[in-house]
């Protein structure tokens, strides 16, 4: 097993399985609860496919009133839960416990209703992130985010990391996108925020849910904000001989006002990967590879092209190439979506990593990340949304070579910490799950950590939902939340008063 | 002792709050007080003034980030950003003219804490859409940090989001990084007259759910700032593409009747009247604000107009509608039924004397166990309610 450890496993629910199992069974019916160990392995796992557990047992409801019967029965005898949608994530947020209920929450996958005129669209947390696409755009609508993963990701899961995409820089997160929540807590209390009108006032329990990575209820509906596509879009394909050139250029499209639909960067051995897969026509000759995507009015679209060639001459762009066509432009783009395969094709196994840094310090950590390959012995290959500085380094090694997965997560591990040092943080989209927990320390004090789990102990006062995730350490509520005061202790002898 | 604690840095703001937590003290946290008409009275005997925790802590144009002290004044803020051709796109909107004092004041953290947006919240979402980090103390006097300096970022909870229309209740800001954006290169507005708030709505509906991306949708019944009603859409960005757009506003909106276009800055003015509410400003009559799903909003006021002498007007597509009850009445039941019948939504009693926002739910009534949920949270944050309390909820 490799370095995160999970918490160990409460011997007494453990010795209560069949007890467990029954009282499940009598609330979800049938095939509902799955508990034999063949049909269990479907879930030991998310896509951090290094870590596999498998679960206590696996439910899968079909009503609201299920889950909240599951979560208040496992509330009241202290059972914990992992909650799981179409189990993608990168980060092992998903990951089961061998003490824990799965809650897989894939059988609530109907649209429940599409409201043109207001640009709503209420669903059920197990439709996929394609699929809210795919169910308004014969009017011309789309949802925004759109995640790597949108074809099987579920839109319950793209709540709980809060995922990106592409588009993210011009359209935003999840967060920015999510209109409405109906959830379930572990108490198995139901609870409505928002609606198909903005900015419920209130605490913005939206936004603690957006991103919370299952910890803190159980997302039962969803309500999103669709947009009317854009009319046209166009790409240019750009090569740099430095990744300075590439930043710098970046920079003043951004100075220049503009800000394209999706900016992407690759470094010479993920172009090189790519091309050897895809043949897209990359140059191979460059130390980065930059792909503009503007979208918009075709009045604008057209406009914008040639400023960005403009800028892109005056950084010196020894190669230019733009769109003529839709089919040249997804040409363009073939290589980077496959850029995580072809790198799976040059390398037994990758790790995708997922840290933010502040785009100027980008030729710096490329500079940084080789000098860290070279130490631990292991190749990398770096694919960038510029436009928002998120840095994805695939690191490559072999699992079947003693030693090696553990010398990758030790590099990813040194690669965020040098996120972290230049001013970044540990992850753009990717959630923090197991694969960064322990690395929360790097990026917040104690007590930062201690004001984020009080959060917790509001919704979730036992740490039943998602434990392990997240958190590095622990704390108990009833210690979270003692005060140390001294009373009349403090004079304060240095704050101006009146 | 009644005092007035005005720290200039985060540790006295820390030290400040450790011993009103020690003592049970409660405090009343203010920037420039241009927004203490907003939200319940509160009841606290001390006062913490956050306006002289000011300044740029740093400024990256390129990265689109900008971190400043939360006491900055908001005025400050703007002109900074404009210098550098950028701008805080969610509008934030200016409490002054319609609260009755001066315009213009206000700090960065309060716009914050009131989570203040404008017309171009329906494109470009409100003050908690461009949050990216926050430095804070919590009611327990403990200093944390959250969220980041880079615009993409979901390392552990959202709190700085979720602190963002608090009113103070939670913790207190002291240094906030926001997300900041290019300004559009012109703005200019699409203007239909004489059409009836059913007829309006429909044409700002349509309007959003095109590909003209358009930044601002409201409607001006008849008598509202003008005698003839006007239904508005602002269009912002390059010249070329807002032209290119105003002609695909024309075609579609065709049969809503022959447009006319505001320029630069007789749009910047309309824009500005509506964001503050201006054909509302001056008077003492209770004032509503009303969120709702922008389709519901004309239904919502017929329903009212039936109830009192009331007028309306509507931003966010139709979706937020701004009531002055001119007969003096607060008319809160009959609001808030109204938006029951109507589909739902939030009514926020913005403009009041300070006896009635004591006695009626300023902010709309939570269900039970939302404001169970509300109250564990401002336990977690503030476990003596300390900070400002009641300003949203009575004994929150």
Redesign the interface.
């Known amino acids: 097993m490799t370095a995160i450890a999970m918490p160990a496993p409460d011997r007494n629910v453990l010795a209560r399985r069949q007890e467990i199992l029954s009282a499940l069974q009598a609330i979800v019916p049938g095939e509902g609860v799955i508990h034999d160990e063949r049909e269990m392995r479907a879930y030991e796992t998310d896509a951090l496919t290094a870590y596999r557990q498998l679960p206590l047992i696996v439910v899968l409801p079909e009503t609201v009133e299920q889950v909240s019967r599951v979560l208040r029965y496992c509330h009241d005898n202290d059972v914990k839960v992992v909650p799981r949608g179409a189990g993608t994530s990168l980060s092992g947020g998903a990951l089961p416990l061998e003490d824990g209920v799965l809650l897989s929450m894939m059988k609530f996958n109907r649209v429940l209703d599409i409201?043109?005129?207001?640009?709503?669209v209420v669903v059920q947390p197990g439709v996929t992130n394609l699929g809210i696409t795919r169910a308004v755009e014969h009017e011309?609508?789309y949802y925004a985010p759109d995640p790597s993963s949108q074809i099987a990701c579920s839109i319950g899961g793209n709540i709980a990391?809060?995922s990106?995409g592409v588009h993210?820089?011009k359209y935003?997160?999840t967060?920015?996108n999510v209109l409405s929540l109906e959830m379930v807590?572990i108490t198995g209390?139901?609870?409505?925020?928002g609606?198909?009108?903005?900015?419920?006032?209130?605490?913005?329990?939206l936004?603690?849910m957006?991103?919370?990575e299952g910890l803190?209820g159980v997302v039962t509906e969803v309500t999103v904000r669709i947009l009317?596509?854009?009319?046209t879009a166009r790409a240019l394909l750009i090569g740099f001989p430095t990744s300075e050139d590439g930043g710098r250029c970046v920079?003043d499209i951004?100075?220049?006002?503009?800000?394209p639909g999706g900016m992407e960067m690759m470094d010479k051995p993920a172009i090189h990967a790519a091309e050897d897969f895809v043949h897209a026509g990359y140059p191979r000759d460059v130390e980065a590879l930059l792909i503009v995507e503007l979208d918009?009015?075709?009045?604008?679209v057209d406009?914008?092209i040639g400023r960005v060639e403009e800028i892109a001459g005056a950084n010196g762009a020894t190669h230019v190439r733009v769109s003529a066509s839709e089919e040249e432009r997804m040409t363009f783009w073939a290589g980077r979506k496959a850029a995580f395969p072809a790198v799976g094709r040059i390398s037994p196994d990758y790790l995708c990593m997922d840290g933010?840094?502040?785009?100027?310090e980008l030729p710096k950590v490329l500079a940084r990340m080789r000098e860290l390959a070279a130490r631990h012995g292991l190749g990398v290959a770096n694919v960038f949304?510029a436009g928002?500085?998120?840095l994805h380094p695939l690191i490559l090694y072999d699992a079947n070579k003693p030693g090696e997965l553990e010398a990758a997560e030790a590099f990813g591990a040194d690669i965020l910490r040098l996120c972290v040092e230049v001013?970044?943080?540990?992850?753009?989209?990717?959630?923090?799950g197991i694969e960064?927990r322990d690395l929360?320390t790097d990026?917040?004090?104690e007590?930062?950590?201690?004001?984020?789990q009080?959060?917790k102990?509001?919704?979730d006062e036992k740490h039943l939902l998602n434990p392990g995730k997240?958190f590095p350490v622990l704390h108990r509520c009833a210690e979270?939340?003692k005060?140390h005061?001294?009373?009349?202790?403090?004079p304060?002898p240095?704050?101006?008063?009146? | 002792m009644d005092?007035?604690?005005?720290?200039?840095d985060a540790r006295?703001v820390e030290?400040?709050v450790?011993?009103a937590?020690?003592?049970d003290q409660p405090l009343e946290i203010i920037g420039h007080g241009s927004k203490r008409g907003l939200g319940r009275p509160v009841q606290a005997a001390h006062v913490l003034d956050l306006s002289?925790l000011t300044g740029v802590e740093s400024y990256?144009?390129?990265?689109?980030?900008l971190t400043v002290k939360a006491g900055t004044p908001i005025a400050e803020v703007e002109n900074l950003v404009d210098g550098n051709?950028q701008e805080l796109s969610f509008e934030p909107m200016d409490y002054g003219p319609l609260l009755g004092v001066e315009a213009g004041r206000g700090t960065i953290g309060g716009v914050l804490a009131a989570?203040l947006?404008g017309p171009r919240?329906?494109k470009s979402?409100?003050a908690?859409?461009h949050i990216l980090g926050m430095e804070a103390v919590?009611g327990?006097g403990?200093?944390?940090?959250?969220g980041?300096?880079?615009?993409?970022?979901?390392?552990?909870?959202?709190?700085p989001?979720?602190?963002?229309?608090?009113y103070g209740t939670?913790a207190v800001a002291t240094t906030v990084t926001l997300k900041v954006?290019?300004?559009?290169?012109i703005s200019a507005t699409f203007v239909l007259s004489g059409l009836g708030e059913d007829d309006a709505v429909n044409a700002l509906?349509q309007a959003?759910?095109?590909?003209?991306?358009v930044s601002g949708a409201a409607h001006l019944p008849a008598g509202i700032d003008g005698g003839e009603a006007r239904t508005v859409l602002r269009l912002e960005?390059?010249e070329?593409?807002v032209?290119?757009?105003f002609k695909?506003l024309e075609k579609l909106l065709k049969p809503f009747g022959q447009p006319a276009r505001l320029g630069e800055t007789a749009s910047r003015d309309l824009w500005r009247t509506i964001r503050d509410v201006k054909p509302f400003a001056g008077g003492n009559t209770p004032v509503w604000r009303v969120?709702?799903?922008?389709?519901?909003g004309p239904q919502l006021v017929g329903l009212l107009k039936a109830k009192g002498d009331i007028q309306a007007f509507f931003d966010?597509s139709g979706?937020?509608v701004w009531l002055s009850c001119t007969d003096g009445e607060i008319h809160d039941r009959e609001i808030r039924a109204a938006l029951d019948e109507t589909?739902?939504?939030?009514a926020?009693l913005v403009r009041a004397d300070p006896s009635v926002r004591a006695n009626v739910a300023v902010?709309?009534p939570?269900?039970i166990?939302?404001a169970?949920?509300?109250r564990?949270?401002?336990?977690?944050?503030d476990?003596?309610g300390i900070l400002n309390p009641g300003r949203?909820v009575s004994g929150v």
């Not at chain 1, 209390?189 to 925020?193: D, S, Y």
């Not at chain 2, 954006?181 to 290169?185: I, L, S, V």
């Open positions: 409201d043109f005129a207001n640009r709503a011309g609508f990391e809060n990106g993210c820089l935003g997160l967060t920015n807590l209390e139901v609870i409505r925020l609606g198909k009108h903005l900015d419920s006032e209130g605490y913005d329990l936004a603690l957006t991103g919370s803190l009317q596509k854009p009319e920079a951004i100075a220049a006002g503009i800000i918009g009015p075709e009045g604008e406009y914008l933010t840094i502040p785009r100027r949304h928002d500085g998120n001013g970044g943080v540990l992850t753009g989209e990717h959630g923090v960064k929360m990026m917040f004090s007590e930062d950590l201690k004001q984020q009080r959060v102990c509001a919704f997240v979270l939340g005060m005061v001294h009373k009349g202790q403090l304060f240095d704050i101006p008063r009146f | 005092a007035t604690f005005k720290p200039s006295q030290d400040a450790k011993w937590a020690a003592e002289d990256e144009p390129a990265e689109l980030v051709g989570n947006s919240r329906i979402g409100a908690r859409d919590s327990r403990e200093i944390f940090n959250s980041g300096k880079v615009v993409k970022n979901v390392t552990g909870y959202d709190l989001r979720a602190l963002c229309g608090a939670l954006n290019p300004k559009p290169e509906c959003m759910g095109s590909s003209a991306e960005g390059f070329t593409s032209d290119y757009r695909t969120s709702v799903a922008p389709t519901a966010w979706g937020l589909g739902g939504g939030h926020t902010f709309q939570q269900p166990p939302l169970g949920l509300a564990r949270l401002k336990e977690q944050f476990p003596k949203m």
